[in-house]
């Protein structure tokens, strides 16, 4: 067979199998190709580009990408079933990678490099979903109504000096979710449920918006503090909109907690699906992204804390300043994310 005859014929082949499979134009399982990558991705940063390019500059391997918010395409690998497509899922919140794992959608990984890359509090102790990048949840204050040496501690928001004060997002958002869970863990589900009775005794106005809308609301006076995540705030600073450069000169980040256990954190992470067509290719893209070029994509473009030490941190995070982060494992978050959610519940926290 000549080689035009055998590109043709292994074209017609492909061709054929994807009109049989009825999944034209989808990515698909069958004859595995070790040189695409199909990644499930919910994570909403158009920088995440670069690290896609980066991969594939390395290693050759194409991404294919399937967006989609964390449950939906929890849903879409399961009812895919054995025949998924999906070699990796990329998603924010340890919470959403807990309930990926407990559907059974991850394989085990052992990989001595993202073990050694990766603190151990940081990823599932059984290998099923690694942390990429790490987030802050912290208190953004109005800088011309609050001095930061009025601020401490997480707990001391669900105090009476702070009624009418509060900015924070609905309790139906992840991010609170693992935010009380983890109070959860390291003080009891009594102090978490005072406290959260507390919080929401104190909010400014009944929950809506994003994390950034609640940052422009404490811009905007209507709050004096808001609880969001860090990254939100440095984008606000480095976004060339000057209404946003406005926002961003009027909040200040504090991080609480650093005189007891530690500024609560959560993840951005992945894991290899079960049924991966292209498991090597799996590892291998998880294993790019602890690099120290792909840390730094996670920084420089999403202004995310990498996960592997020594790696930079982009300047526009930078200037918030160093912390302690809670110890605790972030596996914690999707534990007692049921009971987080009844916390909330009972208080009334919309
Ligand atoms: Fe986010």
Redesign the pocket.
Same mark, same amino acid.
Do not use: I, T, W
């Given at each position: 067979m000549s080689k035009l005859t055998r590109r043709l014929f292994l074209a017609y082949g492909t061709a054929m199998a994807a009109v049989v499979a009825g999944e034209l134009g989808k990515p698909r399982r069958g004859m595995a190709d070790a040189r695409v990558l199909n990644l499930y991705s919910s994570r909403?940063?158009d920088t995440d580009n670069q690290l896609y390019e980066g991969f594939t500059q390395k290693t050759g391997i194409k991404i294919n990408l399937i967006e989609g918010d964390a449950a939906q395409l929890v849903e879409r690998i399961k009812s895919e079933g054995a025949n998924s497509p999906a070699d990796v899922l990329i998603t924010?919140d340890a919470g959403n990678l807990w309930r990926a794992q407990t559907e059974g959608l991850f394989q085990p990984v052992s990989s001595a490099t993202l073990n050694s890359a990766i603190p151990a509090n940081l990823r599932d102790p059984g290998g099923h979903w690694f942390g990429l990048s790490k987030?802050a949840r912290v208190i953004m204050y109005n800088r011309g109504k609050v001095n930061p040496a009025q601020l401490s501690t997480y707990e001391a928001l669900g105090t009476p000096a702070w009624k009418g004060k509060v900015l924070i997002r609905s309790s139906n958002n992840i =991010?609170n979710q693992s935010l009380i869970a983890g109070m959860i863990e390291t003080k009891g589900a009594d102090t978490a449920q005072k406290w959260v009775q507390g919080l929401v005794a104190n909010f400014a106005r009944p929950p809506e918006g994003?994390?950034t809308a609640q940052i422009k609301a404490v811009a905007a006076g209507m709050g004096d503090v808001a609880i969001a995540?860090s =990254? =939100?705030l440095a984008r606000l600073a480095s976004s060339n909109d000057p209404a946003d450069q406005a926002v961003a000169r009027n909040v200040g980040m504090f991080f609480p907690n650093q005189r007891d256990r530690g500024t609560h954190i959560n993840i951005s992470g992945a894991g290899v699906v079960r049924n991966a067509p292209n498991q090597a290719g799996a590892i291998a893209f998880l294993e790019y992204l602890v690099t120290p070029e792909a840390q730094k994509i996670f920084s420089f473009g999403n202004n995310e804390y990498p996960v592997v030490s020594g790696v930079p941190v982009s300047p526009a995070l930078a200037q918030y300043g160093t912390f302690k982060s809670d110890p605790v494992n972030v596996a914690t978050y999707g534990r007692l994310n049921s009971q987080a959610i009844q916390i909330m519940d009972r208080a009334g926290w919309k």
């Open positions: 909403h940063y924010v987030r =991010y994003n994390d995540n =990254y =939100y």
